[in-house]
């Protein structure tokens, strides 16, 4: 009797953690939260040389973080510290050597100190992955964020796609999560300090039709994500936080092709990824979860799990979204049998 009334007496306290856990979120709708300080964190991006990774690298420096930038193209991802060091020179001149006190002496402001670190790393290699944060806790010191973005797609359909591309998708977009986090998560426990950020997909949430590598790396990683936000909770590290980024279709070229029904296409177009880079920082700075973008990408993971899967068929087929990956698919395969007759000539 008395173990019943504790089960009950429980039951109820995790009944008002929940609904306490709906106002607390419906009230950030509402009041936008502070953004925290970044400002001399140590922040490590992988593929920082092109896309959403280039983009994560500009607005982190804008908030005056320490840059430690990964990717396999040694060329792009210069380009892209090079941008950070523009953005750390204008930071700079708008920082006062120190303020007027000709009359009460004066207080020295220390100028800003432009830092941002080029790392070439393929971490689809664990041996790569491992070395290089071996490097970077040797010349830059302990890492306090982690950008989980490098990403690949094979893009072809499953029966025509080499055995090497699939394992390179998985490698790429999902076990590389294990190797970067396996790196620098320890020192993260140790000090009870630091953010892991997973940039994953909508296609990590919901699939479509041939892309299956793209699609099973994706959800891979949000499994990985969520098992490792679980772990970190369970060891009560409350210092540690996890935000989940699942952007729509991101207009950087990955997909270039891919196409929905062209009626309902102005009312959901490709994202801009500016736009999702802004949306995603919001939410890395806020200690958000989780961000959807747009927002029905919410909604349409919910009818995912709740409608039969002929339902989902349906819709999918009217929204042409079942085969939106198709011209995507058949313009690779179009580039690629262009580029093998050329090597041909």
């Given at each position: 009797?008395?173990?019943?009334?504790?089960?009950?007496?429980?039951?109820?306290?995790?009944?008002?953690?929940?609904?306490?856990?709906?106002?607390?979120?419906?009230?950030?709708?509402?009041?936008?939260?502070?953004?925290?300080?970044?400002?001399?964190?140590?922040c490590?991006?992988?593929?920082?040389?092109?896309?959403?990774?280039?983009?994560?690298?500009?607005e982190?420096?804008?908030?005056?973080?320490?840059?430690?930038?990964?990717d396999?193209?040694?060329?792009?991802?210069?380009?892209?510290?090079?941008?950070?060091?523009?953005?750390?020179?204008?930071l700079?001149?708008?920082?006062?050597?120190?303020?007027?006190?000709?009359?009460?002496?004066?207080?020295?402001?220390?100028?800003?100190?432009?830092?941002?670190?080029?790392?070439?790393?393929?971490?689809?290699?664990?041996?790569?992955?491992?070395s290089?944060?071996?490097?970077?806790r040797?010349?830059?010191?302990?890492?306090?964020?982690?950008?989980?973005?490098?990403?690949?797609?094979?893009?072809?359909?499953?029966?025509?796609?080499?055995?090497?591309?699939?394992?390179?998708?998985?490698?790429?977009?999902?076990?590389?999560?294990?190797?970067?986090?396996?790196?620098?998560?320890?020192k993260?426990?140790?000090?009870?300090?630091?953010?892991?950020?997973?940039?994953?997909?909508?296609?990590?949430?919901?699939?479509?039709?041939?892309?299956?590598?793209?699609?099973?790396?994706?959800?891979?990683?949000?499994?990985?994500?969520?098992?490792?936000?679980?772990?970190i909770?369970?060891?009560?590290k409350?210092g540690?936080?996890?935000?989940?980024?699942?952007?729509?279709?991101?207009?950087?070229?990955?997909f270039?092709?891919?196409?929905?029904?062209?009626?309902?296409?102005?009312?959901?177009?490709?994202?801009?990824?500016?736009?999702?880079?802004?949306?995603?920082?919001?939410?890395?700075?806020?200690d958000?979860a989780m961000?959807?973008?747009?927002?029905?990408?919410?909604?349409?993971?919910?009818?995912?799990?709740?409608?039969?899967?002929?339902a989902?068929?349906?819709?999918?087929?009217?929204?042409?979204?079942?085969?939106?990956?198709?011209?995507?698919?058949?313009?690779?395969?179009?580039?690629?049998?262009?580029?093998?007759?050329?090597?041909?000539?």
């Amino acid at each position: 009797m008395m173990n019943t009334m504790v089960i009950l007496a429980e039951f109820f306290v995790v009944i008002l953690k929940v609904l306490w856990a709906f106002v607390t979120a419906g009230a950030k709708w509402v009041v936008r939260p502070k953004e925290k300080s970044v400002a001399g964190q140590v922040c490590v991006i992988t593929g920082a040389g092109s896309g959403l990774g280039r983009l994560f690298a500009k607005e982190f420096a804008r908030r005056r973080a320490v840059l430690v930038l990964w990717d396999i193209n040694s060329q792009s991802n210069e380009e892209t510290a090079e941008l950070v060091r523009e953005i750390y020179r204008e930071l700079d001149s708008e920082t006062p050597m120190s303020r007027d006190g000709a009359v009460g002496g004066l207080e020295e402001i220390p100028p800003f100190q432009p830092q941002v670190y080029t790392y070439v790393c393929d971490v689809g290699k664990r041996e790569s992955v491992y070395s290089t944060a071996e490097k970077v806790r040797r010349e830059v010191g302990n890492v306090d964020m982690l950008i989980n973005n490098a990403g690949v797609v094979s893009g072809h359909h499953l029966l025509e796609c080499p055995d090497e591309l699939i394992e390179r998708t998985m490698l790429v977009n999902c076990h590389a999560h294990f190797w970067t986090t396996k790196a620098f998560l320890p020192k993260m426990l140790e000090l009870n300090h630091g953010h892991i950020v997973t940039v994953a997909s909508s296609l990590g949430l919901f699939s479509t039709a041939g892309v299956e590598d793209y699609c099973a790396s994706k959800f891979g990683a949000i499994g990985f994500h969520e098992s490792l936000s679980h772990e970190i909770k369970a060891s009560d590290k409350d210092g540690i936080k996890m935000t989940l980024v699942c952007p729509y279709l991101v207009d950087t070229g990955m997909f270039k092709g891919c196409r929905i029904r062209k009626e309902i296409e102005p009312f959901l177009p490709p994202l801009k990824p500016e736009f999702c880079v802004t949306q995603s920082m919001r939410a890395i700075l806020t200690d958000q979860a989780m961000i959807c973008t747009p927002r029905i990408v919410y909604m349409v993971n919910i009818m995912k799990s709740i409608l039969p899967f002929e339902a989902i068929v349906c819709m999918y087929r009217f929204l042409g979204a079942d085969k939106c990956m198709y011209p995507f698919l058949a313009q690779r395969k179009e580039l690629m049998n262009n580029n093998e007759a050329k090597e041909d000539i």
